[in-house]
């Protein structure tokens, strides 16, 4: 057995064997290695206990993280292979049961857990991971209200998800042919343990994939259903995929996992929840009696709304006719009126019958051959004293002929262009119109003078004269009126003044 070195020993610069000392010095590297030895052959196998602090994944696909308690903390490290069989994904505070067996890291002097598996402690556990995933799904609008879809009324194919085995599709058939019957594809799929979610997602997005009009008929409605079971059973639709596929889906979907007491993710994420998968058919279809029911009562109503106007309108004539008064009442005073008239018509051709009797017999009594003598020669004395001559009708005629010639002498003294032949002109502007006054005149640049014999135009001047000369007096045989008409024309020598002077002047 080696001896503890002394003091004396240990104060060399050099280290040196010593006599009967049979321990060499050991490397880091040898002792790490022993120490690793030593913990795994001890501790090959362990189950721990604690809650994962630090988890994050390596671009490798292994996972690190860190086992604690309220006084200690153990490092962990679970390789690729183990972390892709995980029922759950790994957080921060969830409280786990970690299986593996203690190794050291010589690289830092640590000792660590490599796990082989990894499980939720106890449904405490579960429940607090489920509400802290719910929490940060909700946090990014996943469960959002505005996101739910209103269900088709009357869907032609409902699409389920759902194991094929089970009593869950059985009840759903049941129903459905109960209430409306439907064309009906079910997706079958794994509903609990490893590897269910990715089924259950891959499903609902296959769905979502079908082409409309396509060879395979797209669902209107989607129900994601299972029967009840524990929170265990249940997960596979608490799991993060499943809930994304449900809130990306373009189909309306229905969740009906579990019985009424349970609550998944799936819920919160779909659009509607259904208590049990009967319930999740009752919702999908409406009851096909009931429809008809509805059919039948709208169909009498619309009967009934297009004969009511008819109703009241015969209703109403009927009442009007009743109000109106009989035509017997309304023509009776008429028919009075015309026994009245047709007696006085009869009286009164009878007594004008007997006035004419009357007349006729006093003219028979008058027509005797000597009164119409009498009146004969009566009528020809009164004509031989009327003396027809022919100055009666030539006597008017002559007046008239006078009357007549008077008005034709007068006609032609009135006629405007009579004063012509006195000696008068008229004066015209270069507009044609007849001018009466000087003023006007000298507003024209040129006249036009009107004679017996023809019409002369004539130029205004700029300026008339300054002392123009009275004129001259007409000849003896010249009327006055002609004297007034040639007034403004004055005669000046040709070779003094050859421009024409102004006429008004």
Same mark, same amino acid.
């Given at each position: 057995?080696?001896?503890?070195? &002394? ?8 280290? %040196? ?67 892709? %069989? ?49 929490? =940060? ?12 879809? =209103? ?10 998800? /759902? ?86 889906? &373009? ?64 209703? %109403?004539?009927?009442? =009007? ?46 027509? &005797? ?24 009708? /030539? ?73 123009? &000369? ?36």
């Amino acid at each position: 057995m080696a001896r503890s070195p &002394s003091s004396s020993d240990t104060s060399g610069l050099l280290a %040196r064997s010593r006599d009967g000392d049979n321990a060499e010095p050991l490397t880091i590297s040898e002792i790490s290695q022993s120490l690793k030895r030593t913990v795994e052959d001890r501790f090959g196998y362990v189950r721990l206990r604690g809650e994962l602090s630090g988890v994050k994944r390596a671009a490798s696909g292994h996972m690190y993280c860190a086992l604690k308690d309220d006084k200690a903390v153990l490092d962990g490290v679970m390789w690729r292979g183990n972390t892709g %069989r995980l029922a759950f994904v790994p957080e921060d505070g969830l409280e786990v049961i970690a299986t593996g067996k203690l190794t050291t890291y010589p690289g830092r002097s640590k000792y660590q857990i490599v796990m082989d598996s990894l499980e939720i402690a106890g449904e405490g556990a579960l429940l607090a991971l489920l509400e802290k995933t719910r929490a =940060r799904l909700d946090a990014e609008g996943l469960f959002a209200p505005e996101r739910k879809r =209103r269900l088709p009324f009357l869907p032609r194919t409902i699409g389920v998800v /759902t194991s094929p085995t089970g009593s869950v599709i059985r009840d759903i058939l049941h129903r459905l042919a109960d209430r409306f019957p439907s064309h009906v594809l079910v997706w079958p799929v794994l509903v609990q343990g490893k590897g269910a979610a990715e089924q259950v997602a891959g499903a609902i997005r296959g769905f979502c994939e079908i082409a409309p009009g396509g060879p395979v008929a797209r669902p209107d409605v989607v129900i994601v259903a299972r029967g009840g079971g524990s929170i265990e059973d249940l997960w596979s639709f608490n799991e993060e995929v499943v809930v994304r596929a449900i809130a990306d889906c &373009s189909i309306p979907v229905i969740s009906a996992v579990g019985h009424e007491t349970d609550t998944t993710l799936a819920d919160y994420a779909a659009d509607r929840r259904a208590p049990t998968p009967t319930a999740a058919a009752e919702m999908a279809v409406p009851v096909r009696a009931d429809l008809d029911a509805t059919v039948a009562d709208f169909a009498a109503r619309q009967r009934r709304a297009v004969h009511r106007p008819l109703e009241l309108g015969r209703e %109403r004539l009927e009442a =009007r006719v009743r109000r109106m008064p009989k035509i017997e009442s309304l023509l009776q005073p008429q028919a009075q009126k015309l026994d009245e008239l047709s007696e006085r018509l009869r009286r009164g051709l009878h007594d004008r019958a007997g006035q004419g009797r009357e007349r006729l017999a006093g003219t028979a009594a008058r027509l &005797s051959p000597r009164l119409l003598n009498q009146a004969l020669e009566k009528r020809r004395d009164a004509h031989a004293r009327v003396r027809l001559t022919p100055e009666l009708v /030539t006597r008017p005629i002559a007046q008239g002929q006078s009357k007549l010639d008077s008005l034709a002498r007068l006609a032609e003294q009135l006629h405007p262009k009579k004063p012509l032949e006195r000696g008068y002109a008229i004066v015209r502007g270069d507009n044609g119109a007849v001018i009466t006054k000087q003023s006007e005149a000298s507003k024209h640049s040129a006249l036009n003078l009107e004679f017996k014999d023809g019409e002369l135009a004539v130029g205004v001047g700029d300026a008339p004269l300054s002392n123009p &000369s009275p004129p001259s007096p007409p000849p003896p045989n010249q009327p006055p009126a002609r004297a007034a008409a040639v007034k403004g024309r004055k005669s000046t020598p040709k070779a003094s003044n050859p421009r024409q002077d102004d006429l008004f002047g």
